[in-house]
């Protein structure tokens, strides 16, 4: 395993109240899938040995293997969990006839995450995603009786909009019920689509960001071109259909601009495009710790390159400048040139559409 001349990355926190976590933390959404129990854990031998101290999962991931196959690591490692900042989701996984946010349906996750993890409790439990069928007082009430059993210690939430994360924050300061200090959507250079309300509404309530898909599903490494579809062994090599990075949806003009623009500024700083993404989003106002997310020790190796690369001013400007989604003239570009919150400005949101 590549342990030697590693870069031990940096603390921060995680929004106002969050604990302190690595400035990258290790998405683990492949194990169990893609990713084989041994490579994992050489991967989350690798991820600790550079100092990082954030695990960040899923009870749906490889449907609970992730889980699993982090709790046999952390039952084999000196000390455990004791160093490190444990996070998993609840959301989609219990039984037919559980809603997801329910009071019933995260209990049944709860109970059988600590158990794939081996965990005494989990330091940040996400719910995974907004559930129209059960009130917002019933999910937080749920939570704030797992904070109070010792089960969970930070709540957080994955996949909202900003009207979404804007009524739960109110509900719980209303009620005195955990306010979430995390929130984990996608955020790239080619997705800055949460800067328009969500990353407003974070910078408003002091809720920290854990971005997944920090390099667009494998597109801000520079390995796709616009006339050639990904074929072998890549994600899109193997589905070019996945998700949110499908190769059409994102084969358009406006990508392939951002990407000469990232090439360009990673030639001049001898630095490899990914290294360079991911340096401009660790960065962004209210990211607290973007998550790598790898099928082999070697794909984790590379991206910890970045651990404490800093961009230059002139070259996260340039970026910021390239990928710059624009605000619709109505409302967001009128309210934007009335508002008082300095947040949008420093987003760089300057060009219309």
């Known amino acids: 395993m590549p342990a030697k001349n590693l870069e031990i990355m940096p603390l921060r926190p995680i929004g106002r109240s969050g604990?302190?976590?690595?400035?990258?933390?290790?998405?683990?959404?492949t194990f169990g899938s893609e990713t084989s129990e041994d490579e994992a854990h050489r991967q989350l031998d690798?991820?600790?040995?550079?100092?990082?101290?954030?695990?960040?999962?899923?009870?749906?991931?490889?449907?609970?293997?992730?889980?699993?196959?982090?709790?046999?690591?952390?039952?084999?490692?000196?000390?455990?969990?004791?160093?490190?900042?444990?996070?998993?989701?609840?959301?989609?996984?219990?039984?037919?006839?559980?809603?997801?946010?329910?009071?019933r349906g995260l209990r049944i996750a709860l109970e059988a995450s600590l158990l794939r993890l081996r965990a005494e409790a989990i330091d940040i439990y996400f719910i995974h995603g907004w559930d129209q069928k059960t009130s917002i007082d019933e999910t937080l009430s749920t939570l704030a009786d797992f904070v109070a059993e010792g089960n969970i210690h930070h709540v957080a939430w994955s996949n909202l909009s900003g009207w979404q994360l804007q009524k739960i924050v109110s509900h719980a300061r209303a009620h005195r019920l955990p306010v979430p200090v995390a929130l984990q959507p996608q955020y790239n250079l080619l997705d800055r689509t949460i800067e328009i309300e969500v990353l407003p509404c974070c910078a408003e309530e002091?809720?920290?960001?854990?971005?997944?898909?920090?390099?667009?599903?494998?597109?801000?490494?520079?390995?796709?071109?616009?006339?050639?579809?990904?074929?072998?062994?890549?994600?899109?090599?193997?589905?070019?259909?996945?998700?949110?990075?499908?190769?059409d949806r994102r084969n358009t003009d406006r990508t392939w601009r951002i990407l000469l623009e990232l090439r360009e500024v990673a030639a001049e700083l001898v630095r490899q495009p990914g290294h360079v993404a991911l340096a401009w989003l660790a960065d962004r106002p209210c990211v607290s710790a973007p998550l790598l997310g790898a099928r082999t020790v070697a794909q984790l190796s590379d991206n910890l390159a970045a651990a404490n690369f800093v961009l230059p001013a002139e070259h996260t400007e340039r970026l910021t400048r390239a990928s710059a989604p624009g605000l619709p003239a109505y409302p967001y570009g009128f309210l934007r040139d009335w508002s008082e919150l300095d947040i949008w400005r420093t987003l760089g949101t300057e060009n219309q559409e």
Do not use: C, H
């Open 19 to 29: 604990p302190l976590v690595s400035r990258f933390g290790l998405g683990t959404m």
């Open 206 to 247: 002091g809720i920290g960001l854990t971005p997944w898909s920090p390099l667009g599903g494998g597109w801000l490494t520079g390995k796709y071109s616009p006339d050639e579809r990904p074929t072998g062994a890549t994600r899109l090599g193997e589905d070019p259909d996945r998700g949110v990075e499908a190769y």
């Open 46 to 103: 690798l991820f600790t040995a550079a100092g990082g101290t954030l695990i960040d999962t899923a009870d749906v991931y490889g449907a609970g293997a992730s889980e699993e196959i982090i709790g046999r690591w952390a039952a084999q490692r000196t000390g455990g969990y004791d160093d490190l900042i444990l996070a998993t989701k609840a959301r989609f996984a219990p039984p037919p006839n559980s809603a997801g946010a329910s009071w």
